[in-house]
């Protein structure tokens, strides 16, 4: 099972003086329990191409085949779809609503035709998941919580529905570090333990090179590279010429490589690197 | 699946009728609307197709998005040709069935009364399709400007009303994210009875005026930090100035105008020519 997209093009407000192409045949496939980031300069059809994934937007030219359940087809199953495939948007807290936390995270579940022990469970255990404490958060409004403890709602409330296919748009945009990166990092242990698949879209490169294990670049509607984050940053002037950013430790890997230090393929945490430098260090001269 | 909306969406293409000062055209689009109501033949309505075909010729808008703006009106055109039919007993019969009865004049009626309102529409949409609504409140603004010297606050007036305008497409973007991110949820707004598709809009109304509130917030503080005082004398950005077009575009609507009035003011003494009357 997994994500088949087949020369997928999208046109918002066709035949009008607003006309935008905002996909261009784009392929690629996804495969069960990996964990991509979609990066590009604004306007490349990131979201767009996201929100085709629980037919949020319908296919419009191509096709699109999520868990054997094709997505051009006009009359495919919504609700089947949608519990599948969990979408977080940029800014998650401005959708709560409800008068509890408890209830808000179960809006998802509910409508998904749950049976009430089936919700509790849920529910109890999407909110622990993300962090927070169930006894003390359950009755509370969300709108009393922090921009933080917000999202976190949020995202439970997306993860109530157990998802096998999380899709996040910027989950982590407008958070300090501290809640960057306990966000990152329960979306890290979802795809290592449950081995949900990430599909997370993000401007952030340090978060895409430190998390995702496949990286697809964007550009103008179309996919530029598809490829892992060690390779692509390679490619620095590249990256440059297409406004994004390298992140630091590719950086400090490429400044090594081009002074003579032969490091190994595949390092890219600062501790890798530590000890591939150490390891050289008994035979060359660093 | 709220940006279909045509009626007040401008159409973003150059054209005389876009170039046109937007005082004018609004004083214009008056002057159609009171002239509507002076029309009761079909050969008037006919002169104002004439005028209607070749302002929107000239605005270079295409006829299909002018007559688009109708669909929001089809319920009360339907509604009044019914009520006009069925309740005007003058003329000929020429049907009756059980306590319906059908008069000519009453047909004739009901089909002037689509028309006026058809064209009351269409004629509306031509303005706000050809004139941003940023040009239309600075235009309002500048023709009430002599209510101020009785302590009408027009400035205020129309800082509300482009705010209100400003914020429109914003709150349709947000409103279209928020849809989008409970629909995402299994949200279903379309299937179920009445009561069960009025509560699907909670988890939608409830994000929408959490964010309206806290946009408004913002708003008066970014004004407040900037010591925005409305009335003192402000310049405008944008100086709006007459130019030979609005002298062009005015003679022209009043040829067409000027003849309804006065076949209007005519019609006992013109009775006699009975097509101009049909
Ligand atoms: N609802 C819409 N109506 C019309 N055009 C749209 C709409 N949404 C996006 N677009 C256009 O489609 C193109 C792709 O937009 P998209 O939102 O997918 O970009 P993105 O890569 O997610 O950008 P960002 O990084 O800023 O979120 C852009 O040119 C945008 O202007
Ligand atoms: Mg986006």
């Known amino acids: ?286 | 699946m709220f940006r279909d909306v045509t009626f007040g969406q401008y159409y973003p293409v150059d054209s005389f009728v876009h170039r046109m000062d937007a005082r004018a055209k609004l004083i214009l689009a008056v002057l159609y609307l009171v002239g509507i109501f002076f029309i009761n033949s079909f050969v008037g309505f006919a002169w104002l197709t004439i005028f209607l075909l070749t302002a929107i010729f000239v605005s270079k808008v295409p006829l299909k998005s002018v007559i688009k703006s109708i669909k929001g009106i089809l319920v009360l055109l339907i509604f009044t040709a019914i009520l006009n039919v069925f309740f005007t007993q003058e003329g000929n019969l020429l049907l009756s069935w059980w306590i319906f009865k059908i008069y000519d004049e009453g047909l004739k009626f009901a089909a002037k009364m689509m028309l006026r309102l058809t064209y009351l529409v269409m004629g509306t949409s031509l303005l706000t399709l050809t004139t941003t609504a940023v040009d239309l409140t600075h235009a309002i603004e500048s023709l009430l400007k002599p209510l101020s010297y009785i302590k009408f606050p027009v400035h205020e007036l129309a800082l509300i009303m482009s705010l209100t305008l400003s914020f429109i497409p914003s709150l349709i973007e947000e409103t279209d994210r928020i849809i989008r991110a409970q629909k995402a949820r299994g949200a279903d707004f379309d299937t179920g009875g009445i009561g069960q598709r009025v509560k699907a809009f909670v988890p939608i109304l409830i994000p929408l005026l959490v964010s309206s509130f806290r946009r408004a917030e913002e708003l008066a503080f970014a004004m407040n930090s900037r010591c925005y005082e409305g009335s003192t004398k402000r310049t405008q950005f944008r100086v709006q100035k007459f130019s030979w077009r609005d002298v062009v575009g005015v003679l022209f609507q009043l040829v067409f105008f000027v003849a309804i009035f006065v076949v209007f003011a005519m019609q006992d003494s013109w009775a006699h020519v009975s097509w101009l009357y049909f």
Not at chain 1, 26 to 52: M, P, R, W, Y
Not at chain 1, 54 to 81: E, F, P, T, W, Y
């Open chain 1, 1 to 286: 099972m997994s994500i088949v997209v087949k020369d997928l093009n999208y046109v918002y407000n066709p035949k009008s003086p607003f006309e935008t192409r905002a996909l261009h045949n784009v392929n690629l496939t996804i495969e069960d329990g990996e964990f991509v980031a979609i990066v590009g300069h604004t306007g490349s059809g990131k979201s767009t191409f996201v929100q085709h994934l629980n037919a949020l937007i319908r296919v419009q030219s191509g096709s699109l085949v999520v868990n054997g359940i094709n997505l051009h087809d006009k009359k495919c199953d919504l609700k089947k779809v949608r519990s599948l495939v969990g979408m977080v948007f940029q800014y998650p807290e401005n959708q709560l609503f409800a008068d509890t936390v408890a209830q808000d995270v179960e809006f998802g579940p509910k409508n998904m035709g749950m049976s009430q022990e089936e919700i509790d469970v849920c529910v109890k255990n999407a909110v622990e998941l993300v962090g927070l404490d169930w006894e003390t958060v359950k009755n509370k409004s969300p709108f009393e919580l922090s921009g933080g403890e917000k999202r976190r709602v949020a995202l439970a409330g997306v993860l109530a529905m157990q998802p096998k296919v999380l899709v996040l748009d910027e989950p982590t945009a407008g958070l300090d570090p501290v809640g960057k990166h306990e966000i990152l990092t329960l979306v890290k242990k979802l795809n290592e333990e449950q081995g949900v698949t990430v599909i997370m879209v993000s401007h952030d490169m340090n978060e895409v090179y430190e998390n995702a294990r496949r990286i697809i670049v964007m550009k103008d509607g179309a996919v530029v590279y598809d490829t892992t984050p060690e390779d692509l940053f390679a490619l620095e002037d590249e990256i440059v010429k297409m406004n994004l950013e390298v992140p630091y430790m590719a950086q400090f890997c490429n400044y090594l490589r081009k002074h003579h230090v032969k490091l190994p393929k595949g390092v890219r945490t600062v501790d890798e690197v530590l000890k591939a430098v150490n390891a050289l260090k008994g035979g060359s001269n660093v």
